[in-house]
Every structure is written in structure tokens, then in C-alpha cells.
């Protein structure tokens, strides 16, 4: 068995791509798009991974846009997507001076959570050993439930 994808349904097709693509770094590897169904998917991989998707031997995210407008409500059984980050700070930094809710702030300079334009969870975690508190963060308080 191996481990292919975690699908989530967004409302907002070109928000969750700024979201995920130009904020997250995440790089579109295909799409489908389905008259029948009225859907698009985009399978998503994370820049390290993105070469091992070509050969479809990658995790990937798949954002499923239904062309029909639907409340998909918030199950909270779905806990969140995580990824392996460099720079927790600096990727931190960027994402909220673009607008993107910090769930939980990097304050230990190991683990933080932000949302989506759909209010998924994301959780980022830095690479090899916790980087030094850094301002403004280390005084920062959750700003949500996570
Ligand atoms: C391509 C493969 O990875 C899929 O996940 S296709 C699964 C299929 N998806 C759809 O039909 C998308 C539109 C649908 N209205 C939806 O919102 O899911 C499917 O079977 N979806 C049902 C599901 O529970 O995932
Ligand atoms: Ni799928």
C-alpha cells in the first residue's frame, strides 16, 4: 500500500490556489476537469516533491472545486495537512503580511498552524532542530482554536 493523496473541497477555486500555490509553495502537478460531474480537481505537491510526482510517486493534496456552489459545513474529524517547513519564520512572516490567519504562531520556532480560505488546518513544522524564538513571535497568543 502506498499513501497517494488527502482531498479537500474548496469553494473558491482561485483563493485556494494563491493559498496554497503562491503563499504555501505548493506546485500544480495535473488537473481534471469533469463537465459530467461539474467539478475540477488539481492535484498539488510540495516543491521537494514535486519531481517524484511526475511519476505519480509523491503525496499530493487534491483540491476538489465543485462548479455548483455548496456548504461543506467544517468536520471537525478532519484534523489538518502538514508539511516540513525550512523557515518557519520567515514562511510565517510571509504568510501573514499576506493576509493568511496564524492559527497557532511559531513561538517555539518548531510547529505552526495556519488556515486556509476554507478554514483547513495547516500545520507547519521547521526542518531539523527548532529555530531560536524570534519577535514578534515568542509574545504572539493563539489566535483561534486549533
Ligand atoms: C481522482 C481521485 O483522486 C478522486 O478522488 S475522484 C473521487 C470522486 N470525486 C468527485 O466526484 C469530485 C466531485 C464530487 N461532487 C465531490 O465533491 O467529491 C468521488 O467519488 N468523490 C466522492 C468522495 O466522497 O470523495
Ligand atoms: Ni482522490
Redesign the pocket.
Known amino acids: 500500500m502506498r499513501y497517494l493523496?488527502t482531498?479537500v473541497?474548496v469553494k473558491d477555486l482561485d483563493a485556494s490556489l494563491d493559498f496554497y500555490c503562491n503563499k504555501l509553495g505548493l506546485q500544480e502537478v495535473r488537473r481534471?476537469e469533469s463537465e459530467k460531474?461539474r467539478?475540477t480537481?488539481i492535484f498539488l505537491a510540495a516543491p521537494e516533491d514535486g519531481d517524484r510526482a511526475k511519476t505519480d510517486k509523491a503525496p499530493l493534496v487534491?483540491l476538489?472545486y465543485?462548479w455548483d456552489p455548496a456548504d461543506y459545513g467544517e468536520g471537525r474529524n478532519f484534523g489538518h495537512l502538514a508539511f516540513e517547513v525550512d523557515d518557519i519564520y520567515g514562511l510565517c512572516d510571509k504568510l501573514q503580511k499576506s493576509g493568511v490567519t496564524i492559527n497557532r504562531p511559531p513561538r517555539d520556532g518548531h510547529m505552526a498552524f495556519v488556515r486556509s480560505p476554507d478554514n483547513i488546518s495547516v500545520e507547519l513544522l521547521q526542518k531539523g532542530d527548532s529555530k531560536e524564538p524570534a519577535e514578534p513571535w515568542a509574545s504572539m497568543g493563539n489566535t483561534g482554536h486549533w
Open positions: 493523496h482531498m473541497r481534471t460531474g467539478f480537481l487534491e476538489t465543485n
